[in-house]
């Protein structure tokens, strides 16, 4: 325990995840396409925080997937392809750090709640960090998605997860 | 203690970064526009993972903005601004939840360390997780900017990073 003290960290998470998904099968697997609302809830003393992020069209969601298996497969099959690749070039929820990101649609802040369009992750889910997305910094206009190619156009539509990366088969009323 | 440890997580760190910047002043905003390279070493028992990131022309670096204010500040003025926002409206590095993410351009894998261009972020800043850039999931082409909205064009020449978020002004030889 004490030697890998050091190759871990320890975060504060400032709330809670409200999604319309109860069990980890059958979520979207992006948030993009995705119509789904989710809340987030701030813990109240964060609420604060949350000043102005009504004017971002788009935030980032960092939350923990804390549903996730425990052991660390670094070869991994992801959800859009059949084809084996390392879990740093996938976005695979089974990973050595349980850390989700969804970029999602702001539709409006009321108090310590931010509610959003684009839910892809469990209910109950705890939140790490909102960032806004800025246009110009966080788009790759250019970018080269590797394996995903060609593979992709139908994420919305098709894609679906299911539950090859979890500890249990269905979780109800979670938290 | 007992109370607040419901509220943080503990995650599994996968290596280092080790960029140019050896202090937290004058360091590039944004990863966009920077030319600084930087390596992700990761611990050589997560070297397998990196297997097809080479694929991909960029990947998004979560990491840990470990030489941070401990204190809370939910109102910040941001670098990129000389108005107050709540700080889930900024990218400031003073968050309750000291977690950085940067999208910068993969140059080339070789063993255990990632190669990459804009780097933006302290030399010795414990990584926490790599996940590719998916064009068609991760770019939002129609995001509206909140308050940086005609404030941003010049990030790359202009905007550099001050002190006024750190706990100690210089740091050097870090990790």
Excluded at 18 to 28: E, S, Y
Excluded at 75 to 81: A, E, G, Q, S, W
Excluded at 137 to 146: E, K, T
Aim: proline residues 5%; glycine residues 6%; hydrophobic residues 40%.
């Amino acid at each position: 325990m004490k030697k890998t003290c050091s190759k871990e960290v320890t975060l504060k998470l400032i709330g809670i995840l409200r999604t319309p998904h109860h069990a980890v099968d059958n979520i979207p697997v992006q948030p993009v396409g995705s119509q789904d609302v989710g809340v987030a809830e701030l813990f109240p003393e964060f609420s604060e925080g949350l000043k102005d992020v009504d004017g971002f069209s788009h935030v980032m969601l960092l939350f923990h997937l804390h549903e996730m298996k425990k052991e660390v497969q670094l070869i991994i099959t992801p959800f859009m392809d059949n084809k084996e690749h390392g879990v740093f070039a996938t976005r695979s929820p089974a990973r050595p750090a349980s850390i989700g990101l969804s970029t999602v649609k702001v539709k409006k802040v009321d108090g310590n709640k931010l509610y959003f369009e684009g839910a892809d992750m469990l209910n109950g889910s705890p939140l790490i960090d909102i960032k806004p997305f800025f246009r110009n910094v966080d788009n790759r206009l250019d970018a080269v998605s590797g394996w995903l190619e060609g593979k992709d156009a139908d994420i919305a539509s098709i894609h679906r997860s299911d539950d090859r990366f979890i500890e249990r088969k269905a979780i109800h009323n979670m938290e």
